[in-house]
């Protein structure tokens, strides 16, 4: 999913009317993702020498940074803080050979070019690399130097390229090791898509969280306290039909379809086609499938949206495609609360078969997908976590 468009859905919850504050709530530490900074300081890099190119982005990545400091300790509230820093390390098997191939491809691979200048860095910017390593040791080296504001210690924790995991991921991951007392309401500055929706699934582990995003800070905590006009597992779940590293978009956010988008999630004026089934029947399917199930919400939601979404329901629907779809979504779930790496090894089932037509035509029928469901529960509980073991 486009971050742009996420936000834009994120921000229209809001209330009426009103852009993200520019002022955040207090905090007591601050979550950094570095990884994005990598990628601006590459794309804004000036010079082509490979030595000098590292040395740019080491100056541009500690410039963005300590703008950011500095504005994030003018408002500070505390006496002492943790700052956690954190890059991209090894991926798991389910993302990163499909990552690598997008951006290779991006980069000219397609065409049979070879990746030349900037191009060639882009995809191994993820992993132990030399380029993070570089940044990594500039910035420890900054931060001896830099002069805090209007607090008395910076406890600082970085997690760089040769730990695995992804930089955001790894974020959470820390803060909640670290001494309870020490994050309690944490400031997460991250570019990716992927920490809003980590942040409403981990959001009961801490008092308060905030998200620093394009001199805009999105209070995650009152967003579902105050202004979500629907259940949060609505919105949880139904991210996984918006698009990710791991399943194209189903469901594409626009500026002309995020108010129904809102406005579905909340799954009032649902009816299903009762027609086909006995009293008999409906009971049962009540028993088996709460209301709060995620096959559910998913089948309700897409039914709501069904009149915005053109595509076209098929004669048979491929069953493997189905389970392989609820596999990924309960790795998904996995990667997104668990607090430890790697998780059970699974290569991508999804995105190489992707088909809109069908996915969406099964999930909206809700016998149907569950048991795909079903099935797919199942096979996931047998999957080890490393197939050498």
């Not at 980069?107 to 132990?128: A, C, H, I, M, P």
């Not at 991210?239 to 189903?250: E, Y």
Request: with cysteine.
């Amino acid at each position: 999913m486009g971050i742009t468009n996420f936000c834009m859905l994120i921000n229209k919850l809001h209330e009426p009317n009103q852009e993200p504050p520019t002022v955040p709530e207090p905090f007591d530490s601050i979550l950094y993702d570095v990884q994005s900074l990598l990628h601006v300081a590459l794309s804004t890099a000036l010079e082509t020498d490979e030595p000098k190119l590292f040395q740019e982005m080491c100056r541009v990545v500690w410039c963005k940074m300590v703008q950011n400091l500095n504005e994030f300790l003018s408002h500070a509230s505390v006496d002492h803080l943790t700052l956690v820093l954190s890059f991209d390390g090894e991926g798991v098997p389910m993302k990163w050979p499909t990552q690598r191939e997008r951006r290779t491809k991006k980069d000219g691979e397609q065409r049979n070019v070879s990746l030349q200048g900037k191009s060639k860095y882009r995809s191994v910017l993820f992993e132990t690399n030399i380029i993070a390593l570089k940044v990594q040791k500039y910035l420890g080296e900054c931060l001896k130097r830099y002069q805090f504001k209007k607090i008395e210690q910076l406890k600082v924790v970085v997690s760089g390229c040769n730990v695995p995991g992804e930089g955001e991921h790894k974020l959470f991951h820390i803060a909640e090791a670290l001494h309870p007392d020490q994050c309690r309401h944490p400031l997460v500055v991250s570019e990716d898509q992927d920490v809003f929706v980590l942040s409403f699934m981990r959001l009961h582990r801490y008092d308060t969280l905030q998200i620093y995003r394009y001199g805009k800070y999105y209070p995650v905590t009152r967003l579902v306290q105050e202004w979500l006009p629907y259940p949060l597992n609505h919105l949880e779940i139904c991210s996984f039909l918006f698009g990710n590293d791991f399943i194209p978009a189903l469901v594409t956010i626009s500026p002309n379809n995020y108010p129904t988008i809102n406005q579905c999630l909340a799954l009032e004026d649902f009816s299903e086609d009762s027609d086909s089934l006995t009293e008999e029947e409906e009971d049962d399917e009540k028993k088996t499938l709460p209301a709060t199930h995620p096959v559910s919400i998913m089948a309700r939601f897409i039914q709501n949206m069904s009149s915005c979404l053109r595509y076209q329901s098929p004669t048979h629907l491929n069953a493997a495609l189905v389970e392989s779809f609820w596999i990924t979504f309960l790795w998904l779930q996995d990667y997104y609360t668990r607090s430890s790496f790697p998780q059970k090894y699974l290569e991508n089932p999804v995105y190489d078969q992707f088909d809109r037509n069908q996915l969406l035509t099964a999930l909206s029928t809700p016998r149907y997908s569950w048991a795909c469901y079903q099935r797919a529960e199942t096979i996931y509980q047998q999957i080890i976590r490393d197939p050498s073991t």
